[in-house]
């Protein structure tokens, strides 16, 4: 049976893996963009999760796993690898599309941070996750405005 602290290493490098599918998800949407707008945004995400993988990264190599404060028990009943499913979007995705998927991603980002912040012990591993999640937030918040004012301005 794997340790929390090795549970954990795999959970953080599915997070890395995520993040590295969240960067190719926007650089390609940016591509498809039809506003010029939409493109520099979905770039400046795509940047983002590149600096969210590095942070992982130097996270892991510094030794974050040792610093989780629970038992495998109280892990597993948290289940958090539940935060980190694939949101699948077909090539044909209209711009809608895009936009409720990439905020789901960012919703489901923000949420895993967060409780990975909550179970870290020490303050500077902690302060990745926190950032992250706001970080992932505020993404999160920016592409629902995009949304709300492209698709629901009846509301």
């Known amino acids: 049976m794997p340790t929390v602290q090795q549970s954990f290493e795999k959970l953080i490098s599915l997070a890395i893996q995520r993040e590295e599918e969240s960067f190719s998800f926007y650089a390609d949407a940016a591509k498809r963009a039809e506003?010029?707008?939409s493109g520099k945004l979905l770039?400046?995400?795509a940047k983002q999760e590149v600096i969210h993988k590095e942070k992982l990264m130097k996270a892991l190599k510094?030794?974050?796993c040792e610093t989780f404060g629970c038992t495998l028990q109280e892990m597993k009943k948290m289940d958090l690898s539940h935060y980190l499913l694939e949101i699948p979007?077909?090539?044909s995705a209209t711009p809608q599309e895009v936009l409720i998927v990439a905020i789901?991603?960012?919703d489901a980002a923000h949420s895993f941070y967060k409780a990975?912040?909550?179970l870290t012990a020490e303050a500077p591993h902690r302060a990745v996750f926190e950032t992250l999640a706001k970080e992932e937030g505020l993404h999160k918040d920016r592409l629902q405005k995009i949304y709300?004012?492209?698709f629901q301005q009846w509301m």
Do not use: I, M, W
């Open 43 to 45: 770039n400046e995400l």
């Open 104 to 106: 789901k991603r960012e």
């Open 62 to 64: 510094g030794g974050v």
């Open 148 to 150: 709300d004012e492209k």
């Open 35 to 37: 506003l010029a707008s």
């Open 89 to 91: 979007l077909t090539s």
């Open 116 to 118: 990975l912040s909550e």
